[in-house]
């Protein structure tokens, strides 16, 4: 299969975002999920309060390896989109970062003043061997790659199809 499609990463769970790391870019993602499987989701991303992107993003089952297909949309096909959502978006606060090796590590408080809010790391690899062979240069709690529940996709049903958020 063809890397072009494929997302290969590993996640942590964090305290707090990384404080020792030289800060790439900081914005806030609106998600929400049109379908869980298979997982089809849209995205707003906004900086100093204007919009600046809107994407669709489909993906397959897996942990550490899985097929992703995103594309950007049009402000116009995101709302048509959004409009057929009937809960409240997920909101991250999200912050890039540089790591010493050239890779990158996204960080994401989500849904920050809730009750349900946790903070995760992403590291996204050109191959899995790269991904197993990655020691983390910053403070983390536990790795999630494989643990289902920090899947976002099982916190939009935990906390919007239950109604809980």
Not at 15 to 44: D, G, M, T
Not at 90 to 109: D, T
Request: glycine letters at 4%; hydrophobic letters at 40%; aromatic letters at 14%.
């Amino acid at each position: 299969m063809s890397n072009q499609f494929m997302e290969i990463e590993r996640k942590f769970l964090l305290e707090s975002f990384p404080a020792n790391l030289p800060l790439k870019k900081q914005l806030n993602i609106y998600q929400a999920y049109l379908s869980i499987e298979p997982e089809v989701r849209i995205r707003r991303v906004e900086t100093d309060g204007k919009d600046v992107a809107y994407f669709l993003t489909i993906k397959s089952n897996g942990t550490l390896a899985r097929k992703e297909v995103e594309m950007s949309v049009s402000a116009e096909d995101f709302y048509a989109l959004a409009e057929m959502v009937p809960y409240s978006f997920i909101k991250k606060e999200y912050r890039l970062y540089e790591l010493p090796n050239g890779l990158r590590v996204e960080c994401s408080l989500v849904d920050g003043g809730s009750s349900f809010e946790f903070m995760y790391a992403e590291v996204e690899f050109p191959s899995v061997e790269e991904a197993e062979r990655f020691a983390p240069c910053f403070d983390y709690v536990g790795e999630i790659t494989q643990c289902a529940d920090y899947k976002m996709k099982n916190y939009w049903k935990r906390t919007r199809l239950k109604g809980e958020l």
